[in-house]
């Protein structure tokens, strides 16, 4: 039996005038998600975030900083994934394609329904930290929570 491992992915937080961009997603599962998506053999997880932010939203980022990696087994139904977040930075309105049916910005008080896959907890670790929290506060308890 050849093994079974994770599914490596990356997510981008991207930053815009106006808030955060959000896409509507074309294949199921629907709903409204993080642009991203997986990683190639043969590409870095930088490489994976600024082409997938570009396929699905077609914003050329720039990456601020890799936020957290994001490993529950069941944050996708679809599969066992590991995601990297990247935050990005990127100017003008965003434009669905690939696999994005739609492309939206978005204020942390007036998000789309449903955002779906574990992507309103990492939304909310996000704005927990723009607003001030410690990073320790808000991924701490991950790091305690270890069930062996």
Request: charged residues 25%; without cysteine; glycine residues 8%.
């Given at each position: 039996m050849p093994?079974r491992?994770p599914?490596l992915?990356?997510?981008?937080?991207?930053?815009?005038e106006g808030?955060?961009v959000?896409?509507?997603?074309?294949?199921?599962?629907f709903?409204?998600?993080l642009?991203?998506?997986f990683?190639?053999?043969g590409?870095?997880?930088?490489?994976?975030?600024?082409?997938?932010?570009?396929e699905?939203t077609?914003?050329h980022v720039?990456?601020i900083e890799q936020?957290?990696t994001?490993s529950?087994?069941?944050?996708?139904?679809?599969?066992h994934?590991?995601?990297?977040?990247?935050v990005a930075?990127?100017?003008?309105?965003?434009?669905?394609a690939?696999d994005?049916?739609?492309a939206g910005?978005?204020l942390?008080?007036?998000l789309?329904k449903?955002?779906?896959f574990?992507?309103p907890a990492i939304?909310?670790?996000y704005f927990?930290?723009?607003?001030?929290?410690?990073r320790a506060?808000?991924?701490g308890?991950l790091?305690?929570n270890?069930?062996?």
């Open positions: 093994p491992n599914l992915t990356v997510d981008i937080i991207i930053e815009t808030g955060i959000l896409i509507e997603r074309r294949n199921p599962p709903g409204w998600a642009p991203g998506g990683v190639d053999y590409e870095t997880l930088e490489q994976a975030a600024v082409r997938e932010a570009l699905e077609s914003l720039r990456l936020f957290h994001y529950d087994p069941r944050r996708d139904p679809r599969h994934t590991v995601s990297t977040v990247f930075a990127a100017d003008g309105p965003p434009v669905a690939d994005a049916k739609a910005v978005f942390e008080g007036a789309p449903p955002v779906i574990d992507h939304l909310r670790d927990a930290i723009r607003n001030g929290q410690p506060g808000v991924f308890n790091l305690n270890i069930d062996t």
